[in-house]
Nanobody
């Protein structure tokens, strides 16, 4: 069965950086695009970034220029490098597939606070 496990979240000050990881198992990872989503308290889950199977990327306007999504197919892992973090980036971050979807896991929490 397909499993996606997010990690790397934590508490950081505004302007800080964090690198999130999403480790996949049970799928032929390299043939699928991957998404990062986030959900802030009281808000709807929103799409943050996408990387296709061939490495093309797309970002929400709110994170463009600050976040970078990448993938390492040898490690079955997708990353989200987050720089210049703002309090409004505070959320639980989740990954999921583009061409497939699995039940939402626990995600990884990012808190940006001074």
């Amino acid at each position: 069965q397909v499993q996606l496990v997010e990690s790397g979240g934590g508490l950081v000050q505004p302007g800080g950086s964090l690198r999130l990881s999403c480790a996949a198992s049970g799928i032929s990872f390299s043939i699928y695009g991957m998404h990062w989503y986030r959900q802030a308290p009281g808000n709807q889950r929103e799409l943050v970034a996408t990387v296709t199977r061939n490495g093309d990327t797309n970002y929400a306007g709110s994170v463009k220029g600050r976040f970078t999504i990448s993938r390492d197919n040898a490690k079955n892992t997708v990353y989200l490098q987050m720089n210049s973090l703002k309090p409004e980036d505070t959320a639980v971050y989740y990954c999921n597939g583009v061409e497939f979807k699995v039940a939402w896991g626990q995600g990884t929490q990012v808190i940006v606070s001074s």
